[in-house]
């Protein structure tokens, strides 16, 4: 791939492609973690303003969403760790 010949690379177009693909990841992780969050913290909203927020929506689903978006990144990089050691040749 085109975008992993870039990244090997230790110029500046490696770090504007690394973050515009940090980018792309964290609106994907965002997406996913915001509706499993909104479905633990059992609020309907996804993170907007309310007519009258409680304190599910104020402090808890925004807690829940940093924890999966820890456990996601975790994830992230054991798959990573697991695809790398699957292309090693011996």
């Known amino acids: 791939m085109v975008i992993v010949q870039i990244l090997k690379r230790k110029d500046a177009s490696s770090v504007v492609v690394a973050i515009v693909l940090g980018?792309?990841?964290?609106?994907?992780?965002?997406?996913?973690?915001?509706e499993l969050a909104a479905k633990i913290s059992g609020t309907t909203d996804l993170g907007g303003y309310a007519a009258s927020p409680d304190w599910k929506?104020?402090?808890?689903?925004?807690?829940?969403?940093?924890?999966?978006q820890v456990i996601a990144l975790e994830v992230l990089g054991w798959v990573y760790?697991?695809?790398?050691g699957l292309s090693k040749s011996k």
């Open 57 to 68: 929506l104020t402090y808890l689903q925004p807690v829940v969403v940093a924890a999966l």
């Open 81 to 84: 760790v697991f695809a790398k």
């Open 23 to 34: 980018f792309i990841l964290i609106t994907l992780v965002s997406s996913v973690t915001g």
